[in-house]
């Protein structure tokens, strides 16, 4: 009421009567002494810094419960004393969706993504798989109790070294795909770091859908004594996915008949994959021509990598 008597120099009645409030309540001014309040909240927050309006009115419920304080007063006292509980925000990282061209030929994209076991032992074991989103080949199973940025490079190095290098890797927002290591080694390799948005899975949904076939059909029905049997029994059972498990989305091929098609000149044109629905979000795959990393490498780490 005051900052609008002063901003527009009204009268109190021009005020009141636009506001449709009476001027008594203008005038009013409380005769409440809540100083013994005021005091009391202050000695229980000093002990309970995080307690909130809540719970310090149930303490003082319990020092003086015949008193029966009302929480509303508590709560008018508590925000005039400056006693809220101040709570952080999460930072949320921002990603924007990026379009996704049709795949046509192997290399063009991978997915990555990692999984988790736990062995006989009690000994976590994490997974690290590499999905080509073309052809549906696993390209590796790198299975460990632990897997940083340098080992994840290290893996991908080594089907390079085999395969070639792809245009563009899809994966989440983990921090070993966020590191300034992972993202220098993929503007030194020239490979476009694409990274979902997050909370939205189905943006890698090659590799996730890959997960759900590696944990119903291996890790969910077999025992692993310690790491290094179950380094034995995934790479058998990646064998068997690559080579004779038949692939819906390939016309219930295998990935390696539909990758030995798609290598051959001849059969490449008799290629054909099954077409997506029309609710599907986001297409199929990323463009074969790699679009610009994410982070750019300060010139002190391009030395060291």
């Not at 993504?113 to 999905?131: E, K, M, N, P, T």
């Not at 549906?136 to 632990?146: I, Q």
């Not at 989440?172 to 795909?177: C, V």
Request: aromatic share 8%; with cysteine; proline share 6%.
């Amino acid at each position: 009421m005051r900052r609008l008597r002063e901003e527009f120099l009204a009268s109190e009645r021009r005020v009141c009567g636009l506001m449709e409030i009476p001027r008594m309540s203008c005038r009013y001014r409380s005769r409440r002494d809540d100083s013994v309040l005021r005091g009391r909240l202050i000695e229980l927050a000093r002990e309970k810094p995080r307690f909130g309006y809540r719970r310090l009115h149930v303490l003082l419920c319990r020092d003086e419960p015949e008193s029966r304080i009302n929480h509303k007063r508590v709560w008018r006292v508590y925000r005039g004393l400056g006693l809220a509980v101040r709570r952080t925000r999460r930072k949320r990282l921002a990603r924007v969706l990026r379009p996704r061209p049709m795949l046509t030929a192997p290399n063009q994209e991978w997915a990555i993504d990692f999984a988790s076991d736990v062995a006989a032992s009690g000994r976590r074991l994490r997974i690290f798989s590499v999905v080509d989103c073309y052809t549906r080949e696993c390209l590796t199973l790198e299975v460990d109790s632990s897997m940083p940025s340098r080992r994840v490079t290290r893996a991908l190095a080594a089907i390079i070294e085999t395969r070639g290098a792809p245009a563009a890797i899809r994966s989440d927002n983990g921090p070993e795909m966020t590191s300034r290591h992972y993202l220098a080694w993929c503007i030194e390799k020239r490979i476009d770091a694409i990274h979902i948005q997050p909370g939205k899975p189905t943006q890698n949904a090659h590799v996730e859908s890959f997960h759900g076939r590696l944990r119903d059909e291996c890790l969910n029905v077999s025992w692993f004594w310690n790491l290094f049997d179950a380094r034995r029994q995934i790479a058998a059972w990646r064998m068997e996915y690559n080579r004779e498990r038949p692939h819906s989305a390939l016309g219930y091929l295998t990935p390696a008949e539909f990758a030995a098609r798609a290598a051959s000149p001849s059969q490449a044109s008799k290629i054909t994959r099954p077409g997506l629905g029309k609710g599907y979000p986001d297409g199929s795959a990323v463009a074969a021509a790699p679009a610009p990393a994410l982070t750019q490498t300060r010139p002190r780490e391009e030395v060291l990598i």
